[in-house]
């Protein structure tokens, strides 16, 4: 996990103007300045692994659709903030990290259970040929286990923080879902690698987790001294922390 603790980390990539988060472009800049990346992967409407944040795409293509409600092809016809740049695959993302340390957040799905996800996804890495270290976190305990359970070398994490929307977590039990992940009630089980929390609201218990603590997301030179006095490493965007 040394990266994990030494490297800092690009939040969807190095973004900014006219370079769109979670585009190929902001993944280059990134890894032409020597940070790690962190990125997001979900799954389109026909079953590719996809990398983008949202739930739909509207922020950032303007088209109201979910992205699980699309397939590639109708997503590869959107481009990304007006820009050039398009949504990427999870394998044409591999293809151009090469071996630059990668943070992957597997995006919660609810109709998509862990095991077959994780699955997929290893077996994606392993397709691509990619060389670099990489982790895996997720906001779904489950998805975190699942990974851990296929892959025990892979450090994995579990994503927190002490406040969370209502409407993020869907029925039924939605009340005790956002308990579980806001107060991490799962990590005796989960036994997370590490844990990746907010930036100015961790959840409760973060001062006993024993493992590497990062803090997201963290946006200027201030910040960054705040946090690294609790955490370990930083997930960073909006200026260029130093290596």
């Avoid at 799954?43 to 088209?63: A, N, P």
Wanted: hydrophobic share 40%.
């Amino acid at each position: 996990m040394n990266f994990l603790r030494t490297i800092p980390i690009a939040h969807r990539g190095l973004h900014g103007k006219d370079v769109p988060e979670n585009s190929l472009a902001a993944f280059l800049r990134a890894a032409e300045a020597g940070y790690a990346v962190e990125t997001d992967v979900r799954l389109s409407k026909d079953g590719t692994l996809v990398v983008f944040h949202d739930d739909t795409l509207t922020r950032m293509t303007g088209d109201p659709r979910a992205v699980s409600a699309c397939t590639l092809r109708e997503l590869k016809e959107l481009s990304l903030c007006g820009t050039k740049e398009k949504i990427p695959t999870f394998a044409e993302f591999l293809a151009a990290l090469g071996e630059v340390p990668l943070l992957l957040e597997i995006k919660n799905m609810p109709q998509v259970k862990g095991g077959p996800l994780a699955e997929r996804i290893a077996a994606e890495f392993a397709r691509s040929g990619y060389r670099g270290e990489y982790a895996v976190q997720s906001f779904q305990p489950l998805y975190v286990r699942a990974y851990r359970t296929l892959l025990p070398h892979i450090p994995c994490g579990v994503l927190s923080a002490g406040h969370l929307p209502a409407d993020g977590f869907s029925p039924p039990f939605a009340r005790i879902k956002r308990r579980i992940v806001t107060h991490m009630s799962l990590n005796a089980w989960v036994k997370p690698d590490f844990i990746s929390v907010a930036f100015g609201d961790p959840p409760r218990g973060t001062e006993k987790f024993k493992g590497v603590r990062l803090s997201w997301t963290v946006r200027s030179e201030q910040d960054e001294k705040r946090a690294r006095a609790l955490a370990d490493n930083i997930i960073f965007e909006g200026y260029r922390p130093k290596l």
